[in-house]
């Protein structure tokens, strides 16, 4: 209100005199901090991205014990690029094998039959020695194993493109040679990320822009929120990563990108609420100083309780049992303060610096009609709903409903040739590599042991579905055997010869199975013991927030059980985007959590952004009117922070990964319903039906309303 005193803080931050160094200052902090303090470093582990207790995690462990730990292994795949190898190019492929292995460390002193790259039907090399070279039966192709020992995933990326430059270039005519592997594979998902967060940042901003010049259809007004955002971003990124690193908390490749995502989402939806109190404030206010403190004190408590509630959603990650996923819990609660406080502090400021002009060509001016007494087509909106409430939430159940029949078929956990939008080498070669040698040759099950390996090795070879089986390097006590599984990685059948392998060595006391389908095995079984565990936890602090905030049952009740609707819509009806539209023909374990966290947690922002309003104006008109009010008010700029998020989120499509894409779309679909039905039609439509109740047992309600 014009006569209203607004709190000292947000006169300091928006004071005639004040303003410039609340604005400021702080920027020039943050540039400094983004221009002299790296970012911190990440140290990798082999058990980063494993669940913690999981018996894959423990045989990656218990192998790091193994004296003669080379890493991961790269498989190199000869192909004749027709007919055979004839025996020349045997010949050459079994001299650069040996070299190979003798470069990595892997061919030198150990006994034969122990090798890394050994397998049945391979040739006799010099000193008739077994050679490591793997000939395939139709003699169409060759290859070997060779250890990749790496510092970092960065690092096994570098190796493993200096080993695929050496073997392109040593290749004989009429032979393509490949590399496939777990080394070749984790080398072409991390590539994905080279250059990620400079891509994301581009894509992301560029989004941002255009969505604010469409908003406000000003030449000069979104640069401010863009300038302030962007900086919050980067400082973001420093800051949290420092803290990963302090605190010892694992993150990946993936991290930074969807943080900056979430910071330029989540920034700019405060912006995008802040700006539109404030240009309504213009309309009745001389000074642009009390105005900003007026649209700042009117802001504050809705930002504050959705940042509050986004902050605690995103720490419930540090229960999750995979090291990677409590690093992203940590480093987003870091965004989400950052981008409120900018939000908050900065962007006031440096708003009220520029007088009313930077609106041109829509300047606010004392006298002219604010939003919320209009007639524009929210209003109308609110209207129609008014007229039959009860029709319209029936109406939106129903639809949500069935959107949501399709959360019954979706079946999680991706095959490794399914993790990318576009086919890289590893995967290509892989599948060639099948054609000629069992199925699982490229990605063996790997039995760990402290136990007798002759007799691992032997119960493990009984196993049916196990095609070959070898003790490959042994010492200190400890033994890894490499079994071949007759089906294809990724499949249903090689992931129940892992069930049976385990089933096979139960009785040994210090045995672990690992291997990449053990690992897929496992991702899926605590993928479902996470969403147990958080997704509960999730609904509780978004349902206590809004307790806390609206003093109020009902309301909050309600709030959240159209939160979990929207968010049972949104993956049914992308469900059915994935497998009609995209060809997707599972989902990754991760991405349901993930996709709920965001969901739930950014969708209560529209709910406290509506309801704060609401509620605000119910005091002085009554619920019906004062919701009506309320959509009228903020029915544009959450469907325009809706828009912007989902686009935002979509950005993460630009990289070559299907579970990016598919969190990205979950949450684009997720947000739309959010924005353009559930805040905007079905809240209110419940509020409008319940009247009074809605806000029980708190009284809003005036004696003249």
């Not at 947000?10 to 005199?17: E, H, L, S, T």
């Not at 900065?346 to 939003?371: N, Q, S, T």
């Amino acid at each position: 209100m014009p006569g209203h005193q607004s709190p000292a803080p947000a006169r300091v931050i928006a004071g005639r005199r004040t303003a410039w160094v609340v604005a400021l200052v702080p920027l020039f902090l943050a540039i400094a901090a983004i221009l002299f303090v790296p970012e911190g470093e990440r140290e990798t582990t082999a058990t980063d991205t494993l669940p913690a207790g999981a018996d894959s995690t423990l045989a990656v462990e218990l192998a790091e014990q193994l004296p003669d730990d080379e890493g991961q292994v790269a498989i190199v795949l000869w192909t004749a690029d027709s007919g055979e190898l004839d025996q020349g190019a045997q010949g050459d492929l079994t001299q650069q094998a040996v070299r190979l292995l003798s470069e990595a460390g892997g061919g030198q002193g150990a006994p034969e039959g122990d090798r890394p790259g050994e397998a049945p039907g391979g040739q006799q090399g010099g000193a008739g020695q077994q050679s490591p070279l793997v000939v395939a039966e139709d003699g169409t192709a060759a290859f070997v194993a060779v250890p990749v020992t790496s510092s970092s995933a960065t690092d096994n990326i570098d190796r493993v493109e200096e080993l695929r430059e050496q073997l392109r270039d040593d290749a004989p005519e009429g032979v393509t040679v490949e590399v496939t592997g777990p080394a070749g594979i984790q080398a072409d998902i991390g590539q994905v990320f080279d250059g990620a967060d400079i891509r994301l940042l581009g894509a992301t901003a560029a989004v941002v822009a255009i969505l604010l010049i469409i908003t406000y259809r000003s030449p000069v007004l979104w640069l401010v929120p863009l300038t302030v955002v962007a900086v919050a971003d980067r400082f973001a990124a420093i800051a949290a990563t420092n803290v990963l690193e302090l605190t010892g908390l694992a993150w990946d490749e993936s991290t930074v990108g969807i943080l900056s995502v979430l910071v330029f989402g989540a920034g700019t939806d405060y912006a995008l609420l802040l700006i539109s109190r404030y240009r309504d404030e213009l309309k009745t206010t001389e000074s642009r100083h009390v105005a900003m403190a007026h649209a700042l004190t009117r802001t504050t408590e809705a930002v504050l309780s959705s940042a509050t509630t986004v902050v605690l959603g995103v720490l419930t990650l540090l229960l999750s049992a995979i090291p990677t996923t409590r690093g992203l819990g940590a480093a987003c609660a870091v965004g989400i303060v950052v981008a409120a406080t900018f939000a908050l502090v900065v962007l006031p400021a440096a708003l009220v610096l520029f007088g009313r002009w930077v609106f041109w060509p829509r300047v606010p001016h004392v006298g002219d009609a604010v939003l919320i007494d209009s007639r524009g087509v929210w209003r109308r909106v609110g209207d129609a709903v008014a007229r039959r409430p009860r029709t319209f939430v029936v109406g939106t159940v129903a639809g949500l409903a069935l959107l949501a029949v399709g959360t019954t078929s979706i079946t999680t956990g991706l095959d490794p040739a399914d993790q990318f939008l576009q086919r890289p080498e590893a995967i290509s070669a892989a599948e060639r590599l099948g054609e000629s040698f069992p199925a699982g040759t490229s990605d063996p099950v790997q039995v760990v042991t402290r136990d007798d390996p002759e007799q691992v090795l032997g119960v493990v070879e009984g196993v049916d579905g196990v095609d070959s089986a070898r003790v490959t390097t042994s010492g200190d006590g400890i033994a890894r055997i490499d079994a071949v599984p007759d089906a294809e990685p990724g499949s249903d059948a090689a992931q129940g010869v892992v069930v049976d392998v385990r089933a096979a060595v139960a009785d040994f006391t210090d045995t672990h199975v690992g291997g990449g389908d053990a690992e897929a095995l496992d991702a899926k079984d605590y993928a479902a013991s996470d969403r147990l565990t958080i997704l509960p936890l999730i609904l509780l602090l978004v349902l206590g927030a809004l307790l806390l905030l609206l003093r109020s049952i009902v309301a909050p009740l309600l709030l959240v059980a159209t939160v979990v609707a929207t968010y049972a819509a949104s993956m049914g009806a992308s469900w059915w985007l994935f497998q009609t539209v995209f060809g997707f023909e599972a989902m990754d374990t991760g991405v349901p959590l993930l996709a709920f966290l965001f969901l739930v947690a950014l969708g209560v922002d529209y709910n406290i952004f509506l309801v704060t309003r609401a509620r605000e104006e119910a005091a002085e008109h009554g619920t019906r009117t004062g919701m009506l009010r309320a959509l009228t008010a903020t029915g544009g700029v959450i469907t325009s922070a809706g828009i912007l998020l989902a686009a935002v989120f979509a950005v993460l499509g630009v990289l070559p990964l299907v579970v990016l894409a598919q969190l990205g779309a979950i949450i684009f679909v997720g947000v739309l319903l959010d924005t353009l039905v559930v805040r905007t039609v079905l809240v209110p439509a419940l509020a409008l039906t319940l009247g009074e109740t809605f806000w029980w047992p708190r009284k809003v309600r005036s004696d003249g309303a």
